[in-house]
């Protein structure tokens, strides 16, 4: 959006990433003799294999490959897209991102031809262009902003809107002069006879965001129309569309007969927690509207690290689960498992698996307990329920019957972390709001778990806490909730 010469900056990247390359290769092989020297040198005990590298010609088919990997990738993940939208963070993720795939594309082809070519001198390579492609980027986003903030390359806009969502537009112009972004006049496209009272409102509240230089306020298309004629106007952003669709898409085919960008923000309903998106279905655009987390590629992260985790965790508490098996076959008649209907991931209905706590037909028994019900709302919690067997207390004050629940995590049913699953009767007594709980695929702890099951007696708190857990996740809190679930675990914190 709002591009400026950047095909001109673009085509220079690509040189200078070409370059950057080749750089790092030379670098990469020379600096790992002087590595292996060091290592002798200061006793570092680096797993280096002895001798130096190969001739460098032998390193050449390294070159070819990475050249034409890091093009392809660089360009699949944006890195020649427009910089005046990105954060440090971002160029870093993508430059070190790059690396990792071409790191894994060199050993697939070094493994396909069987080459015995150095890995060390690959992961030093792959390191330096990482390293040496975000501090390019880093600058030359640097420079632009210093260039901008100077008074160049600016370019200039008309913003069409008058109401929260142009409000909120301004305010993260105003706030970031390094976008190089001026807003060279507001219009209102609703027209009607309070046209003046909204110009002295809209005003009034821009001058309250900070916003003191606000310019002029067109007063419908034919006034748009006509600063696109008498301004440098190079792009018309439309808000606030929902009640203009006719006045806008009049704009738009009048600035595309004009050669001016147009754009609508997608952010059509002022939804709040509602995240709006885009793609294309076929040559279709396709407007999303989704509640965290979405589908952030973060999650497709978690799903690989359920995976490997509960693989390896089945296989290694295998002693454990056999122990407890027999456990419960010597204490009380009946199954070791106990699987129950569980509604998970937007509603899907799965079988949970967990070692058997209570006598055969303890559920049956519920309704009869149900005055005793700790909790308020639809879900039933005991802490003395006369149903649990003696080792069944055991099992639940380590939380040792969730184990199998690995399985479930392994098939997909369930995550390690996430809002624990409910039974499909609850779901059916929930408020709509409630639902929300279903976007995530459930988890076998999650933040309720860890924050003192018993001090917790209400169920609109604990799906606040779930609620929370989904507006605000990422990995880096899943690993904090994990570290968590480990003591509660063990000192059997608030288990029922």
């Not at 002087?34 to 001739?55: E, K, T, Y």
């Not at 015995?116 to 420079?143: P, Q, T």
């Not at 008074?151 to 976008?179: D, V």
């Not at 808000?239 to 147009?262: A, N």
Request: charge should be positive; proline fraction near 4%; charged fraction near 25%.
């Amino acid at each position: 959006m709002l591009k400026e010469n950047w095909r001109l900056i673009s085509r220079l990247e690509r040189l200078g990433d070409v370059l950057i390359i080749v750089l790092s290769f030379f670098l990469a092989y020379y600096g790992r003799n002087s590595m292996v020297v060091w290592n002798r040198v200061l006793g570092w005990n680096l797993p280096f294999q002895d001798g130096g590298l190969a001739p460098i010609q032998d390193y050449s088919l390294v070159l070819v490959v990475s050249l034409i990997s890091y093009m392809v990738v660089l360009q699949a993940v944006g890195a020649y897209t427009s910089m005046r939208f990105s954060s440090s963070i971002r160029l870093f993720g993508i430059s070190l991102f790059s690396s990792a795939v071409v790191f894994f594309v060199l050993a697939a082809v070094l493994f396909l031809l069987k080459l015995d070519l150095s890995r060390s001198f690959i992961a030093l390579f792959c390191l330096l262009v990482g390293l040496f492609l975000a501090g390019e980027r880093y600058l030359v986003m640097a420079l632009l902003r210093y260039w901008r903030r100077r008074g160049r390359n600016f370019r200039n806009i008309i913003l069409c809107g008058t109401g929260k969502q142009a409000i909120r537009f301004a305010s993260e112009i105003a706030s970031m002069p390094e976008l190089g972004i001026r807003i060279r006049a507001f219009a209102d496209l609703k027209g009607g006879d309070d046209y003046a009272a909204r110009r002295v409102q809209f005003t009034r509240l821009l001058k309250e965001r900070g916003i003191k230089s606000i310019g002029k306020i067109l007063d419908g298309p034919e006034e748009v129309e006509r600063a696109l004629r008498e301004y440098a106007i190079d792009e018309v952003v439309f808000t606030d569309v929902v009640e203009v669709m006719p006045q806008v898409e009049s704009l738009i085919v009048i600035c595309s007969e004009q050669g001016v960008r147009t754009t609508i923000t997608a952010d059509l309903f002022s939804l709040g927690m509602v995240k709006s998106g885009i793609s294309y279905f076929g040559n279709i655009p396709l407007i999303h509207f989704q509640t965290p987390p979405g589908d952030r590629w973060e999650l497709a992260v978690k799903r690989l690290i359920d995976i490997v985790v509960s693989a390896a965790l089945l296989i290694l508490l295998l002693p454990v689960f056999l122990l407890i098996a027999i456990a419960i076959k010597l204490t009380s008649p009946g199954p070791v498992f106990f699987v129950q209907k569980r509604m998970g991931l937007n509603g899907r209905i799965f079988s949970m698996y967990k070692f058997r706590s209570m006598y055969v037909g303890a559920d049956k028994e519920q309704e009869k307990l149900k005055e005793q019900n700790e909790m308020k709302g639809p879900v039933f919690k005991l802490s003395r329920d006369p149903r649990v067997t003696r080792i069944g207390r055991f099992l639940r004050r380590f939380s040792l019957d969730e184990l199998p629940q690995l399985w479930n995590v392994l098939r997909g049913d369930m995550s390690l972390v996430g809002p624990r699953p409910p039974i499909p009767g609850e779901v059916s007594l929930y408020e709509r709001r409630d639902r929300r709980r279903l976007s995530m695929r459930p988890g076998m702890t999650c933040i309720w778990q860890v924050s003192g099951r018993n001090e917790i007696s209400d169920f609109e708190s604990w799906v606040k806490l779930d609620l929370e857990y989904i507006d605000n996740w990422s990995l880096a809190q899943d690993f904090k909730l994990l570290l968590k679930t480990i003591p509660a675990v063990i000192s059997g914190t608030g288990a029922r």
